[in-house]
Nanobody, 126 residues
Framework: QVQLVESGGGLVQAGGSLRLSCAAS????????MGWFRQAPGKEREVVAT????????SYADSVKGRFTISRDNAKNTVYLQMNSLKREDTAAYCC???????????????????WGQGTQVTVTS
């Protein structure tokens, strides 16, 4: 089993920054891709950013490109999401997830992910 725990969410003004962390325990996540997803009230869950198991490949939703950066520290079993220039539309519950298959190609599909964290709320005010 893998447990994923997110932290770092909170209330921030538009234009501000937050750094989310996703700490994994149980089995290692170092050989698996990781992703950050978000879900706003009344909307479907959407992928925000994904990172390959090695950290060598990343992908971002168009809405966050140039503002968000995903990274990972496999020695710490932790994945990060640095969020800059936050906008009101970034308000959502953010959760991290670990891919289903080892050494897989990165994917933005939720079906490619097996373990999910509980999420951390990010609220951006104007």
């Amino acid at each position: 089993q893998v447990q994923l725990v997110e932290s770092g969410g909170g209330l921030v003004q538009a234009g501000g920054s937050l750094r989310l962390s996703c700490a994994a325990s149980g089995r290692t996540t170092s050989n698996y891709n990781m992703g950050w997803f978000r879900q706003a009230p009344g909307k479907e869950r959407e992928v925000v950013a994904t990172i390959s198991w090695s950290g060598g490949s990343t992908s971002y939703a168009d809405s966050v490109k140039g503002r968000f950066t995903i990274s990972r520290d496999n020695a710490k079993n932790t994945v990060y999401l640095q969020m800059n220039s936050l906008k009101r539309e970034d308000t959502a519950a953010y959760c991290c997830a670990r891919s289903r298959w080892i050494y897989d190609s990165i994917s933005g599909s939720p079906r490619a992910y097996e373990y999910w964290g509980q999420g951390t709320q990010v609220t951006v005010t104007s």
